[in-house]
């Protein structure tokens, strides 16, 4: 490689660096098509796995859609023989993996162009925000592309921290299923409850002695403050409603009303 520079940045949810290897690059093949990962893009997998296993984390599962983000990004490397997260006209890091079909709460990205896989990913470790982003605890899935051209071997990871696709049913079968858990065995879906989700303030056109409003990433467990609350004893039936997160950048979370009385 003949020289390396590094940067970083980070936002609410994400993560991204990159790092640049320089060299010439003047034709290029296209991505592979398939979802399966190729030789190349395995070696990658299996040197940050080998990284992760080795500091006691969880290891990186493929995801298909991470990958076919990454590999409509790896092309355009290639193309402009420059490396970049975004080219002019295309998509952000989030919005282009949404695209290709990733729920995420979490997500973030290095980039490279070097001589072989190895080299690449010695490269990301030996770089403070790559190794960060390899070694994050907060990822738990990976989609890799690499594109051969005459100057190297472009790659592109793309980490996540997926959200589950659940429908809104299933979104309040979840919380209703907590709520019993905790005792509080009256828990049930109502229309009030999803009105007063999509309201932005106020009931939706029930009463209520307390009502809480969450977003979450996780349905595996409820609000600090709402088990609380369930633990006074001052409340003996909840209403749940779940409605749509509007946002529109990529990241998913679930949007929940807890009616208590």
């Not at 098509?33 to 997998?45: D, N």
């Not at 162009?113 to 080299?119: L, Q």
Request: hydrophobic share 40%; net charge positive.
């Amino acid at each position: 490689m003949k020289s390396c520079r590094s940067l970083g940045t980070a936002t609410a949810g994400s993560l991204l660096s990159f790092l640049l290897f320089i060299s010439s690059a003047h034709s290029q093949d296209r991505p592979p098509r398939s979802s399966q990962p190729s030789a190349e893009e395995k070696l990658l997998l299996e040197d940050a796995n080998r990284e992760r296993a080795a500091a006691g984390l969880q290891v990186l599962k493929w995801d298909n859609a991470l990958a076919a983000a990454a590999r409509q990004h790896v092309l355009l490397m290639a193309q402009q023989y420059q490396l970049s997260h975004q080219y002019p006209g295309e998509p952000a890091l989030a919005e282009r993996a949404a695209q290709a079909g990733a729920k995420f709460a979490m997500i973030a990205e290095n980039v490279a162009v070097g001589p072989t896989p190895n080299s690449i990913h010695d490269g990301w470790m030996h770089s403070p925000g790559h190794r960060k982003n390899i070694l994050n605890a907060e990822v738990t899935a990976v989609g890799i592309a690499t594109i051969r051209a005459s100057g190297g071997l472009f790659a592109v990871q793309d980490f996540s921290r997926p959200v589950a696709e659940l429908s809104l049913q299933q979104q309040e079968e979840k919380v209703i299923s907590l709520l019993k858990r905790t005792g509080l065995m009256k828990a049930d879906a109502s229309e009030e409850a999803r009105k007063t989700c999509s309201a932005n303030r106020g009931l939706g056109g029930a009463s209520a002695l307390y009502v809480m409003r969450f977003e979450a990433t996780d349905l595996n467990k409820l609000p600090e403050a709402l088990m609380r609350k369930i633990g006074s004893g001052a409340y003996g039936k909840a209403s749940v409603g779940a409605c749509r997160d509007n946002t529109s950048s990529g990241f998913t979370r679930y949007r929940i009303a807890v009616l208590l009385n």
